[in-house]
């Protein structure tokens, strides 16, 4: 289910301008408040660039009967939203793996 996006969106107008760099996770709507919790927002955010714009957008497809919802990250510094997307990455992955021994614990 895991599938972050990468990719630059150019102004069409204004060809000197430079380009925005986006990265989009899928997440499920129940882990959404534990991932993007305010404090590690402000966290990453001061140690990387203060520039970068974290949003959350809400999608119509569901994956086993939950819905899914977008954390999107987006700067114009390419490096630093490459940074933050590794983060996320490994908050993600983290997230994942504290759920899994849970699971397994409690299974037993």
Same mark, same amino acid.
């Given at each position: 289910?895991?599938? $972050?996006?990468?990719?630059?969106? @150019?102004?069409? @107008? /204004?060809?000197?301008?430079?380009?925005?760099? #986006?990265?989009?996770? $899928?997440? $499920?709507?129940?882990? *959404?408040? #534990?991932?993007?919790? /305010?404090?590690?927002?402000?966290? #990453?955010? /001061? @140690?990387?660039? &203060?520039?970068? &714009?974290?949003?959350?957008? @809400? #999608? /119509?497809?569901?994956? =086993?009967?939950? $819905?899914?919802?977008?954390?999107?990250?987006?700067?114009?510094?390419?490096?630093?939203?490459?940074? *933050?997307?590794?983060?996320?990455? =490994?908050?993600?992955?983290?997230? *994942?793996? *504290?759920?899994?021994?849970?699971?397994?614990?409690?299974? =037993?």
């Amino acid at each position: 289910m895991f599938a $972050p996006k990468c990719y630059k969106v @150019k102004s069409p @107008k /204004d060809r000197k301008k430079g380009g925005v760099y #986006t990265v989009e996770f $899928p997440l $499920p709507a129940c882990m *959404v408040r #534990t991932f993007c919790s /305010d404090k590690w927002v402000k966290d #990453t955010s /001061d @140690k990387y660039v &203060k520039k970068i &714009k974290f949003s959350l957008q @809400k #999608t /119509d497809s569901n994956v =086993e009967g939950h $819905p899914i919802m977008v954390f999107v990250i987006s700067g114009k510094h390419k490096q630093s939203v490459i940074d *933050v997307g590794y983060a996320a990455a =490994e908050r993600y992955n983290k997230i *994942v793996a *504290v759920v899994k021994i849970i699971k397994s614990s409690s299974e =037993e």
